[in-house]
């Protein structure tokens, strides 16, 4: 056994067999997934493991046949030579691109992940292998930092071109371990948003791998990981795209459906009733945003973990609807960096995903009933039904909100985790727009929110209910209302507003009032909710005050069908 070999035999491992729901009992048929043996021709057996397990098998390569589950049987056998070399499932967008190529230098923004030693994990745009020698100098640019001058580089920000046009180049660096990671860009974001998207990407890699791959790459710095995450370039494509538009990373929360208060509580007492097995966490997503779900009553699911999992399932969307059910191992790195849970994955109508997560891998026919018995009971009640329809109708327009000049808002419920917001209207109607508004909401997030970048920005205190989203984060549907704290509509102190040319910006803002030429923002932060309102440029700071305080109104009038307040337990 190699040194390779050995490392990959190190990774946590799920079961040694995963089954395909459309049969009962394993057969020749079923999803028989490789042994030490088989992929690396290494000693030892995978056998059942819970959330701590340390078999030898690698669950990447679990990871990545369910990923790929959907292909046909040729390209499954062709899976150890494409594992073996460290080529792909199949051919990814752009990664014919290169250094030489004019397509690979007009991509606004570029990610890098590599090794301590230099080897590349993952690239945005092109293929990593012929990327190699850039990689090689991103980490060589570490390397001098730290060893000839002990400290270690966070960014660099090249010199506006003469005439202004397009944001400088920025490049932020993020050691974690072993592991760096890069992003390059112009879009003009924070130095913090881009230190968050990167710490993100990391955990990405966690999920998949589980902490381990940090002390294998921390004695063997030249194992080449990219052999265990064949197959899962889509997560990681995928999350790039997500984090540059979501409001919900934006704010470390999760966007949750809405939905009458009755329905909800019915699909909730569903899954609580239908639980079997070590069934751990029971979620219902519909077209990726949060529909209910079932938690330990002492373990809570933070929006980090929970991104990652929707990441997981919308980034494999296709695949999923095809099949019956898929049975896959995750790690969720603040519940546990250091094991795997096991989730099964089932469609149960065109845009409604159930996910159950359970701690042991041989639960995948407990899961199997407790999906039959969930599916019976949402049918035989009409919650299903009920649940669908209201699909048609999930987003709401400012037009809802008795607000006069409101074009847009963000709302964050603090003692929740979870927010609000209507569909994009006028004038935020063309990808661009929106884009831009976008990039607003991040200014003046970052104004109102001017936490130093450590390695601990997503880290999260023992509360439930942090007054301070980017210390920490709250636990999903922890109970509480929207607006525990100013939600009544409590007009907002003049004295603390900070115009936007204000050279301050390493102060915190209560209330802070932007003007640009399209449109007046106003972010409003308390201990209770964050609060992002939209207006139009001419308005005056006043109208905008008493919009705000208009717009809680309705908020509160409306939190029990815009947010979960209370989640099942068990």
């Known amino acids: 056994m190699d040194d390779n070999e050995a490392a990959a035999a190190a990774i946590p491992s799920n079961h040694s067999t995963a089954f395909s729901a459309s049969t009962p009992s394993p057969s020749d048929n079923d999803l028989h997934l490789p042994t030490a043996e088989d992929t690396r021709s290494s000693s030892g057996s995978?056998?059942?493991?819970?959330?701590?397990?340390?078999?030898?098998?690698?669950?990447?390569?679990?990871?990545?046949?369910?990923?790929?589950?959907?292909?046909?049987?040729?390209?499954?056998?062709?899976?150890?030579?494409?594992?073996?070399?460290?080529?792909?499932?199949?051919?990814?967008?752009?990664?014919?691109?290169?250094?030489?190529?004019?397509?690979?230098?007009?991509?606004?923004?570029?990610?890098?992940?590599?090794?301590?030693?230099?080897?590349?994990?993952?690239?945005?745009?092109?293929?990593?292998?012929?990327?190699?020698?850039?990689?090689?100098?991103?980490?060589?640019?570490?390397?001098?930092?730290?060893d000839r001058e002990g400290d270690e580089i966070q960014s660099i920000t090249t010199a506006t071109r003469k005439g202004g046009g397009e944001p400088p180049l920025t490049i932020v660096f993020k050691t974690v371990g072993p592991i760096w990671l890069v992003m390059a860009t112009r879009s003009g974001e924070s130095f913090t948003m881009?230190?968050?998207?990167?710490?993100?990407?990391h955990s990405?890699?966690?999920?998949?791998?589980?902490?381990?791959?940090?002390?294998?790459?921390?004695?063997?710095?030249?194992?080449?990981?990219r052999n265990l995450l064949v197959g899962t370039d889509k997560c990681f494509d995928s999350l790039c795209g997500w984090m540059n538009s979501s409001a919900a990373f934006l704010l470390n929360c999760v966007h949750g459906l809405r939905l009458t208060a009755s329905l909800r509580l019915a699909i909730g007492n569903i899954l609580l009733q239908s639980r079997r097995g070590d069934l751990f966490y029971a979620i219902m997503l519909a077209r990726g945003q949060l529909v209910q779900l079932l938690r330990p009553r002492s373990f809570i699911l933070y929006p980090p973990d929970l991104h990652l999992i929707i990441n997981f399932v919308t980034s494999s969307d296709s695949s999923f609807r095809t099949s019956e059910a898929q049975w896959t191992p995750?790690?969720?790195?603040?519940?546990?960096?250091?094991?795997?849970?096991?989730?099964?994955?089932?469609?149960i109508s065109d845009d409604v995903a159930l996910l159950l997560l359970s701690s042991k891998a041989e639960d995948f026919y407990a899961m199997q009933q407790s999906k039959d018995a969930i599916v019976d009971a949402m049918r035989s009640t009409g919650a299903l039904e009920n649940?669908?329809?209201?699909?048609?109708?999930?987003?709401?327009?400012?037009?809802?909100?008795?607000?006069?000049?409101?074009?847009?808002?963000?709302?964050?419920?603090?003692?929740?985790?979870?927010?609000?917001?209507?569909?994009?209207?006028?004038?935020?109607?063309?990808?661009?727009e929106q884009k831009r508004l976008f990039r607003l909401y991040e200014h003046v997030h970052r104004r109102t929110h001017p936490l130093p970048v450590s390695s601990t920005a997503f880290n999260v205190s023992d509360s439930t209910a942090s007054g301070s989203s980017t210390a920490s984060s709250s636990s999903v549907a922890s109970g509480g209302g929207a607006s525990s704290s100013g939600g009544s509509g409590s007009a907002a102190p003049s004295s603390s507003t900070s115009s936007s040319s204000s050279n301050t910006s390493h102060l915190t803002h209560r209330v802070y009032y932007h003007v640009s030429e399209k449109e007046t923002i106003v972010a409003w932060t308390t201990a209770g909710f964050e609060l992002y309102a939209v207006f139009g440029p001419l308005e005056s700071k006043a109208v905008c005050i008493r919009g705000c305080n208009q717009l809680l109104k309705w908020i509160k009038q409306e939190e029990s069908s815009l947010f979960i307040l209370d989640s099942p337990v068990w």
């Open 194 to 201: 881009l230190s968050q998207q990167l710490v993100t990407l």
């Open 387 to 432: 649940l669908t329809n209201r699909l048609s109708r999930q987003y709401y327009s400012v037009k809802d909100v008795p607000v006069p000049g409101l074009l847009h808002f963000l709302y964050k419920s603090l003692s929740t985790s979870q927010m609000t917001a209507p569909a994009p209207g006028p004038p935020y109607t063309s990808r661009q």
């Open 204 to 225: 990405q890699i966690i999920s998949i791998l589980t902490g381990s791959v940090q002390k294998i790459l921390s004695q063997k710095p030249q194992f080449d990981i």
């Open 46 to 146: 995978g056998g059942a493991t819970g959330a701590d397990s340390d078999a030898p098998l690698s669950a990447a390569a679990v990871l990545a046949l369910s990923l790929s589950q959907s292909q046909s049987q040729a390209q499954s056998n062709a899976s150890a030579s494409s594992t073996s070399d460290g080529t792909h499932w199949m051919a990814r967008k752009h990664s014919d691109e290169d250094l030489q190529t004019p397509k690979w230098k007009r991509h606004r923004k570029h990610v890098f992940i590599m090794s301590s030693a230099g080897k590349p994990i993952y690239c945005r745009y092109g293929d990593e292998s012929r990327l190699a020698d850039f990689i090689g100098v991103l980490s060589g640019l570490v390397s001098f930092v730290s």
């Open 330 to 347: 995750i790690c969720l790195p603040m519940f546990n960096d250091r094991g795997f849970l096991h989730q099964y994955i089932s469609y």
